[in-house]
Nanobody, 119 residues
Framework: EVQLVESGGGLVQAGGSLRLSCAAS????????ISWFRQAPGKEREEVSC????????WYAHFVKGRFTISGDGADNTVNLQMIDLKPEDTAVYYC????????????WGQGTQVTVSS
């Protein structure tokens, strides 16, 4: 059974930092890319970043480039999203997802973790 469990969300002031983690079981980074998506109230879910060990690539949406960093730890099968200089518009539920490659649609989703950035 594939499980993706997010952690690290919370409340932070604008300009602050948070580190999200996605712990994966039932899959390995050799076979799946891991993406972070987010969904704000009343808005569509949007992809934020992707890490693909098999493709040797990372990808960022333009609105987080330079502020968010994605990294994978193969030792404990965890993908982290380091977020700095957070803005109120970053407020959303953040989901991690597993897919065959960064350009594909996810096969598996986590339950999400809330990130709230106050102004």
């Amino acid at each position: 059974e594939v499980q993706l469990v997010e952690s690290g969300g919370g409340l932070v002031q604008a300009g602050g930092s948070l580190r999200l983690s996605c712990a994966a079981s039932g899959i390995t980074f050799d076979d799946y890319a891991i993406s972070w998506f987010r969904q704000a109230p009343g808005k569509e879910r949007e992809e934020v970043s992707c890490f693909s060990k098999s493709e040797g690539t990372t990808w960022y949406a333009h609105f987080v480039k330079g502020r968010f960093t994605i990294s994978g730890d193969g030792a404990d099968n965890t993908v982290n999203l380091q977020m700095i200089d957070l803005k109120p518009e970053d407020t959303a539920v953040y989901y991690c997802a597993a897919k065959m490659m960064c350009s594909a649609w996810p096969h598996f989703w986590g339950q999400g973790t809330q990130v709230t950035v106050s102004s």
